[in-house]
Every structure is written in C-alpha cells, then in structure tokens.
C-alpha cells in the first residue's frame, strides 16, 4: 500500500506542478489530479486477485517438478528430452487461466526454468532461447485452442480433437519451429539453425498428443468426473492399467529388434481404453505406452534402437505420434456419439411426456395400416393394446374402411386431412375432429400416418345449445316485434286517432276563439304526423303484410319505403311466381333485408342498392349488393373476403340462416359490398357454403 500510496503522490504532484508552470487554475490541477487518481485505480484493478497469484505459483513449481522428472527419466541426445511436460503444464494453466493473468502464469514459470536448466549445466544464452520457444508454444497453443475450439471440454467431439491435435501438436510446434530456423539464417546460424528447429519440433510434436491431452483431460476439466465413477468402473479402470503394462513391456522393453510387431501388442488395449473411458482412457493409455517405450529405448531393447540415437528419437517419436492421434479421435468420436445417443434419448423422453400429457389422441400408422405408436389418451380408449395391431383387427369393418380410405388419401395426395368423425366405443357416442398427415423419411418418402383426434362432443353440444338458444331468442324477438307492433297500432295509435277526433269537435263547437283556434289546428296536424311514423314504425316492426299477403308484398312495400326515406336508389328484383313461402322462412328472408338495408344507410356510403330474390327447386335465394366502401374484413378461403365479425346484425343474420339449415356468404371490398343468402324449403338440404 505504501507503494501505491507513494506512486499516487508522485502521480497526483506531476500535474500539480506542470499546473504552476503554465498558469492553469486550481480548478485544472484538480482535474487533473483526478483524471491521475483514475488511472492508479484502473491500474489496480488490473492486478490479478490472489487467488490466480496462488495458482501462478502452483503452475511454477509443477513447471520444475515436470522438468525434473524429464531428466530423470532420461534424454536420447544430448539436446532434447523426448517427452517434456513443462510446456504442457504452461499449456493447461493458460487454457483454464483469463487472459489478463496470462502474463503472471509466464512470469511464475521464469524461476522455475532457471533453476531446472541450470542445474543441468545449460548456459545462459540456450536457456533464454529454451524458454521463449517453450513459452512461444504455450501461447501459441493455447491462443489457438480458445480461438478455434468452443471451450472446454477441449476433446468431446470429432472437430475438437483434430482441432487440438493440429494446433498442439503440429500447427503451434511448427510455428515456432520456423521462427527458430528463421533465427539461425538471420544470425548465420549463431541462433537457431535449422537442425535445432527440426528437432525441437518433433520433440515436441509427441508432446503434444502424448502429453498435453493428459494434463487438459485429467487435470484441466477438474475433478469432478471422480465422483461418477463406479466400483465396477473403477476395477475396470485397474484391470486395463494392468493389462496395459504388461502387454508395453512386452511390446517395447523386452522385445528384441527382429520382432517389432510385438510394439503393436498394446494396440487392442489402448482401443479399450478409447471405447470405454473416452479421451481421458486414451489419453491414459497414450501416455503409459509412451513411456513404456521410452523405458525400452533407453535401455536400447525396443524394436526402435539404432546405432545413431537420433534415428531411435525419431523412430520412436514418429510411431508414437503416429499410434496415438487416431486413438484421441477415435474417444472423440465415441464422447460424441454418447452425447448424440443422450440428446436422442432425453428428446424422445421428452416427447413421450408431452405427447402423453397431452388430451388428445395421438397415434401413427405404418403404410400397411399398423398402429406403431399410440399416446396415453390414445390407448385409454380400447381396452386392447393398439401397437402392433391394425384398423381391421379393432374396429368394425366399415368404420374401419372409411380409416383406411382416408389414411391412402393422404398418402396419394401429401396433403393433410382433417375430418370430425363419431365413435362408439362403449360409453356413448363421441364425436372427435381428426387431422391426418403423413410422416416423411430425409429423402422425402412417406413411411407412415399420422392422426391426432381431438374430442369436441362437449363443443359440440354446447355449440348446438348455443344455436337453440339464438333460435329461441330471435323467434322470442319476433314475437316481441309483433307485440310491440300491434300494441302501438292498436293501443297508442288508437288513442291518437281519438284525440285527434276531440280536438276536432272542440274546433266545430264553436267556443274558441281564433288564437285557440290555431293552436288546436296545430295540434291536430303533429298528432297526425305522429300518428303516421307510429303506423310505420309498427310496420317496420313487424309489418302486416307478411303475415297477411306473405314475403313479396312486404319486401316491395318494404324496399319502397327505405328509398323514400334514405334518398338511396334500391331496386328489388322478384320472380314471377314466388309460390307459397313458408312463415320462418319468409321472416328470416324479410330481416335479411331489412338489416342489409340498414347497414347500406348507414356504413356503406352507397346511393344505390340491389335486392334479388330467386327462387329454386331447393332453396329461396337471396341477394343484397351495394356499391360503397366495404367492410372490414379478413381473408377466406381464397375465392375473396369474409366477414368474420361484424356486431350482432349479422350475427343476427347468420344465426337465422343457420336456423334454418342455409348459408349465409358476405364479401366486402373496395367495389362494394354483397350478402347471399340461400335457405332451403321445408325438408330439403343444400351444399354448405363458407359461413
């Protein structure tokens, strides 16, 4: 702190002085001292906590113990140890370190170095250029592994295992390979050289798959793989390790140079290892053949021992470097596939519970009509089990007919199917709504069917409720109309009419004068224009020509009226011969009317109207067309726009069609307008129409 304190003083005393010197205010020196007191803070927040300074140190002395034990074990020439785990120990604090400790893990190292290098002998200039091609590595291979691969774990796929075979062991070695010949040419070979780049890289070419992947997979994805490990794993685990020893020793330190197929004895037990316990099994085994074959070579009885110790190096390297990369893919490949086989597994799992919980009935059809899957609600309706069984083998055989028809519909034609059909099975009759569709294979083959039924009796019957209920509310509304109609023709008309009559027979008396007289003239003309609208507005209630001389004259009286009231040019177009049109049906047609005018006066805009009413065999059909600006409306089934909701006209509207067992159609645009109504007689059906 003392030293923080002190560089405060002597940052914050700089500007205070060159603020003296040129003049600058109090105010610019504080300014300054401020911004200065700013940097000392970011500078210490740049420092690493203690934590990492705690691991720097732990880096550093692992760093001298793994350089230690690469000379105990022994070196083949006079310049390289062949396995050296002091770079891959800096390689696996770098990888799990952030980049802004990098510097402090390579400074920890430094000390470590020296102390290891000096002991044996090497001066200072070789043991500078050692560590900085040990450290050129370590970066190097660690700023490429967090650049190109997704994170650790940095070996449990197929792209991440050649990944880090190519930067560590062949792309960062040859890197700093070739800054070493380039050294030695600059310098004329007093640097460097290329004998020296040739043979530190291959050094560390095993290194990089021998080594490295054990310290990244045992060491750098922690510990906690440990406590997964089962009794029968573990011995497992015993029983390779031995197997592995005996079957290296037989293979490297006791064979003899006429038998060199005996190095390949360890083979099937490093692939044990790479099946069973995935990269840190192979890299296991890697690492106990490898210096299972150095124990050999240096005793000079492997089947690499050559004459020249450089030729064994290299032999030696070369079949290890060689033996061990397909054995780091191929855990790879395995990490990988279990993962995939896990994903696959716990997707499927998940599927089954959704589509398990999931109310409707869900099941799928081989192309033979063979149920091959079925969900809980699926299977809750037979009593039987239904995979493994076909259509024919569990329902009747038309039911059973109209499945199969519509199951090759949909496979002839691709498109999906979607139909309500009724069951029996037992407890009552259901009514479902079935979706059909086929399932498709990569390459585009349909191999089966699929179905999901949804239940909807109880839409249904409320749905037909509802309809009962809008029927009786507007027969209720009718009959109100009609009462309301007659009371004010019969009630409040009348007794106008006999006002009027007194009023009348005041004026004939001859008692008034002529004041009063005016007055009571007065009177008489409003009771008569209120007599008149209270006769309209009774029959526009219900009017009496519809019960009494039935649906044409009512709409032409109707139509005649809306004209001269609204100022629009409506024409109606009746046929010749209408017939006798039953009472509901005459009603029904007659609101039509009567509302679709009303919408035209209102909202349309439109000076003209048509009316047309034809009829058929079948059905009255019924036509209203303006030529205004539209509706609202969305999109239909392609042939236009229809209404969708519009308010309680034509719902109104519609729910008298429907009564009825006809169809009502609206489409709106910019041209206008048009409602087409078509209701049957009594006991015939028509075509549905889009409602």
Not at 271 to 276: E, G, Y
Not at 323 to 329: I, Q, T, Y
Not at 512 to 535: C, F, K
Request: glycine content about 8%; charged content about 20%; some cysteine.
């Amino acid at each position: 702190m003392r030293i923080v304190r002190q560089a405060g003083d002597a940052i914050g005393n700089a500007p205070l002085a060159a603020a003296r010197a040129s003049g600058f205010s109090r105010v610019a020196a504080a300014s300054l001292l401020q911004r200065g007191a700013r940097r000392l803070s970011s500078l210490r927040w740049a420092l690493p906590p203690r934590s990492e300074v705690a691991k720097a140190l732990g880096v550093g002395v692992a760093y001298y113990v793994g350089a230690e034990l690469a000379f105990w074990v022994g070196t083949l020439t006079y310049f390289f140890a062949p396995l050296w785990p002091p770079n891959m120990i800096l390689l696996c604090a770098l990888l799990m370190a952030p980049y802004r400790s990098w510097w402090l893990y390579i400074a920890a190292v430094l000390p470590a170095h020296i102390a290891a290098e000096t002991r044996v002998g090497m001066q200072a200039l070789p043991l500078l250029g050692a560590f900085i091609c040990n450290v050129a590595l370590a970066l190097s291979s660690a700023a490429g592994l967090r650049r190109l691969s997704a994170g650790p774990p940095w070996l449990d796929g197929l792209a991440k295992a050649w990944t880090f075979i190519l930067v560590v062991a062949i792309g960062a070695p040859a890197l700093v390979a070739s800054g070493v010949a380039a050294l030695g040419w600059l310098s004329r070979g007093t640097l460097g050289g290329t004998e020296f780049a040739m043979r530190w890289g291959v050094a560390n070419l095993l290194g990089g798959v021998a080594l490295a992947p054990i310290f990244v997979t045992w060491i750098g994805e922690g510990r906690a793989w440990l406590r997964g490990i089962s009794a029968w794993r573990a011995l497992e685990a015993s029983c390779l390790t031995l197997s592995l020893l005996a079957s290296a020793y037989i293979g490297f330190p006791a064979a003899a140079a006429e038998y060199p197929v005996l190095a390949c004895v360890p083979i099937p037990l490093m692939l044990w290892a790479a099946v069973r316990f995935g990269p840190r099994g192979a890299s296991g085994a890697i690492l106990l053949v490898s210096m299972m074959a150095l124990a050999g070579a240096i005793e000079g009885r492997a089947p690499f021992a050559a004459a020249p110790a450089d030729h064994t190096v290299l032999s030696l390297q070369m079949f290890l470097a060689v033996l061990s990369a397909p054995f780091l893919v191929l855990a790879a490949v395995v990490v990988e596939r279990r993962q995939a086989v896990t994903h696959a597994t716990l997707a499927k799992e998940e599927l089954q519970s959704i589509l398990d919980n999931t109310p409707a009935c869900i099941y799928v059809k081989d192309l033979r009509g063979r149920f091959i899957f079925a969900n809980r609600s699926a299977r809750a309706l037979l009593p039987r089990e239904l995979v493994g069984r076909t259509t024919d083998e569990l329902f009747p055989p038309d039911f059973a007919a109209s499945w199969s028809a519509d199951d090759a519909s949909v496979v002839d034609s691709g498109i999906p199917l979607t139909r309500e059909h009724a069951f029996d099975l037992g407890a009552g009759i259901r009514l479902y709504l079935v979706t059909k569709f086929v399932l498709r294979e990569p390459g585009e083959e349909a191999y089966a069917v699929c179905a999901i039924a949804t239940d909807i009796t109880e839409f249904r019957r409320a749905q037909y409720e509802v309809q009962d209920l809008s029927a009786h509310l507007l027969s209720a509304q009718d009959e109100e109309r009609r009462r309301i109609a007659r009371e004010l023709h019969d009630g409040t008309g009348q007794g106008l009419v006999a006002v009027i009559l007194n009023l009348r027979r005041l004026l004939g008396s001859g008692t008034v004068d002529d004041n009063a007289r005016a007055i009571t003239e007065e009177s008489i003309a409003l009771l008569g224009e209120m007599q008149s609208e209270i006769r309209t507005l009774s029959h526009l209630l219900h009017p009496p020509l519809l019960d009494d001389a039935g649906l044409a004259p009512a709409l032409t009286w109707y139509v005649e009226g809306f004209a001269k009231r609204s100022g629009i040019d409506a024409k109606l177009q009746l046929p010749a011969d209408i017939g006798i049109t039953e009472k509901d049906v005459a009603t029904a047609l007659f609101r039509i009317v009567q509302e679709s005018l009303t919408n035209v006066h209102r909202h349309s805009g439109s000076r003209t109207a048509d009316i047309r009413l034809e009829r058929t065999c079948a059905a009255m059909v019924l036509t209203i067309s303006d030529t205004g600006r539209g509706m609202a409306s969305e999109a239909s089934d392609g042939e236009g726009d229809q209404i969708r909701s519009l308010g309680v006209g034509i719902a109104g509207m519609r729910a008298r069609v429907k009564q009825l067992g006809g169809t009502l159609d609206i489409r709106s645009g910019p041209g206008g307008t048009t409602v087409t109504s078509i209701v049957p007689h009594a006991g015939q059906e028509i075509a549905r129409h889009a409602v």
